[in-house]
């Protein structure tokens, strides 16, 4: 389990990719003035948002747990923990330069760092376990929320009673209840045997290709679909 690849898992990172990309393209048609701009206080655009980023966190979870539930594999996990906080680094970076106002200090990219280090704590715990602090987790959210979490570095932790102004932002709080989630789904699906069936599925390659470059198309994705839209803005 540790050496192959899930074909399925990486189909649905793929439908997740692609969801990322029509929610960022609707973003980037808002931002020209391509469609109302009343369409990102929808509730579509709301939950458009969560709905991919959630899926992208509970893979993580099952990923984690797939690849060192067994045994931590500690040059694996440092070298995709270096990866992923170098591409990071980059979007607060590039962010804070073309839009400092709403720039991403604590992102998609930079709460799956931080969760696949902080899931490895639990990899041993009963799925049950897992599950419960996954609620838990998603509960704190709405429960504990204190002015005490106000100082802007604690608002990574995702219980300040202040507005986050910033173009994407996945807390603690709930956050890492999804990573959580996916860990539990991880081990119990282990536990029934669900991932080595599943690893004998063999699906096309061209439907997992994305799920298996999945980093380097979030980091272009965006700057080529906002070069498509200004284009066509400039042509309209």
Do not use: N
């Not at 980023?53 to 099952?62: E, K, P, R, S």
């Not at 419960?132 to 929320?145: H, I, S």
């Not at 932790?157 to 102004?165: A, F, Q, V």
């Not at 991932?195 to 439907?207: C, E, K, N, V």
Request: glycine residues 8%.
């Amino acid at each position: 389990m540790q050496q192959s690849r899930i074909d399925l898992l990486d189909l649905i990172r793929s439908l997740a990719l692609l969801g990322m990309a029509s929610f960022h393209f609707s973003f980037d048609l808002v931002m020209f003035g391509l469609i109302a701009p009343e369409y990102a206080s929808s509730a579509m655009f709301y939950y458009h948002a969560r709905l991919v980023a959630g899926c992208f966190l509970v893979l993580t979870g099952i990923a984690l747990y797939l690849s060192h539930g067994a045994e931590i594999r500690w040059p694996a996990f440092w070298r995709r923990f270096g990866k992923i906080a170098a591409a990071a680094a980059l979007v607060t970076l590039a962010t804070r330069v073309a839009m400092p106002e709403y720039y991403i200090y604590f992102g998609i990219l930079h709460a799956i760092a931080l969760y696949s280090l902080m899931g490895l704590v639990v990899l041993r715990l009963p799925s049950a376990v897992t599950a419960l602090l996954a609620a838990a987790v998603v509960a704190g959210a709405y429960l504990l929320p204190s002015p005490a979490f106000d100082a802007a570095v604690l608002r990574f932790i995702g219980l300040s009673t202040l507005p986050s102004y910033t173009l994407d932002f996945e807390p603690i709080f709930p956050w890492f209840g999804a990573v959580l989630a996916g860990i539990s789904l991880g081990q119990f699906g282990t536990s029934l045997g669900l991932w080595r069936g599943l690893s004998q599925i063999t699906l096309p390659a061209w439907s997992t290709w994305a799920g298996r470059h999945s980093l380097p198309i979030y980091l272009i994705h965006q700057p080529i679909l906002l070069g498509l839209v200004w284009a066509f803005s400039q042509v309209l």
